[in-house]
C-alpha cells in the first residue's frame, strides 16, 4: 500500500506558510501555499566579505510536481524566478529562488 503524506498542518497559513502564486511555463498562476524562507548570509573572504540571501520556498511535491527553472513564483508581492527544484524525497520541495 502506497503511503500519501498530508501536509495540509505543516504548510498551514495561519501559523509559519503563505500563499505563493506559482505559474509553470505556459499556463495559469495557481495557489501554492508553503514556507518562505529568505536566510541572510554574510561570507567572509579574507579582509572583506560580502552578504547575501538566498530566497527559497519550502512546499508540497504535489502542489508543484511540474515545476522547472524559470518558472515563475510570487510571494509576499514579490516576484521570483525559480532556478533550481530540489524535492527531498519525502513529499516535500525546496524551491531555489532568484528575485526579478
Sequence with gaps: ???????????????FAVTASYTETGQSAVNVDGIFDDEYLLEEGGSVGFASSTPV?????SSVSAAAPNDLITINGTNYTIVNVRP?????TILILTEV
Design 57 to 61: 520556498f519550502h512546499c508540497a511535491t
Design 1 to 15: 500500500m502506497a503511503f500519501t503524506e498530508d501536509f495540509t498542518e505543516f504548510f498551514n497559513t495561519d501559523d
Design 88 to 92: 527531498d524525497g519525502s513529499g516535500t
